[in-house]
């Protein structure tokens, strides 16, 4: 590892373990009041960071296997840093996937406490969007459904944000269509 990648390195496991904090409080918020405080706004500031997270490392990833192919032979005198750089990369990316694969589990164990005792329908949203962040479509979509259910039992009267809902819903639902299709 290259001396100056050790600040990116701590800085990541940093901010990863104010994110671990903070769940961990939120979870020890629900677990003393018997599930009736969720805070959805923080849950939600929380996704988008994981998402975040989670899209920076399928990016880096993709680029430490796509455009590094050939890493494991051996490097000339000539290309020794760029050997080293290559190795420092898998390494952050590593380092990324592992914290963020912790910080996904926390969040959907909190998720899963909260929709087991009810939740309401931004629980049902961001419980969606975990699933679909986990690869599960199936259980996206019947979140989904629930989201939808939860407004329609509810005064929803905002027709946009429904049809939006509704469009997630039907994408996801082709989705699954489409990977359970017998292919010819």
């Not at 939006?164 to 292919?183: G, N, R, T, W, Y």
């Amino acid at each position: 590892m290259m001396l100056n990648d050790l600040p990116l390195l701590i800085l990541l496991e940093n901010i990863s373990e104010l994110i671990w904090q903070a769940l961990e409080a939120a979870k020890t918020v629900l677990d003393m009041t018997s599930n009736k405080r969720t805070d959805a706004q923080f849950l939600e500031r929380m996704m988008l960071e994981i998402e975040g997270q989670t899209l920076t490392r399928t990016s880096q990833s993709h680029v430490a296997t796509n455009d590094h192919k050939y890493t494991n032979q051996t490097c000339s005198a000539d290309s020794d840093i760029n050997c080293a750089h290559d190795s420092t990369d898998s390494e952050v990316v590593l380092v990324k996937t592992q914290e963020t694969d912790r910080l996904v589990e926390l969040l959907g164990k909190i998720l899963r406490q909260i929709v087991q005792s009810g939740g309401g329908s931004e629980i049902w949203g961001l419980y969606a969007r975990w699933h679909k962040l986990k690869g599960d479509l199936t259980m996206c979509s019947e979140a989904l459904l629930k989201q939808v259910r939860s407004y329609q039992a509810g005064s929803f009267s905002e027709t946009e944000e429904f049809r939006d809902l509704q469009a997630c819903l039907d994408e996801v639902q082709m989705k699954l269509q489409a990977s359970s299709a017998p292919s010819a």
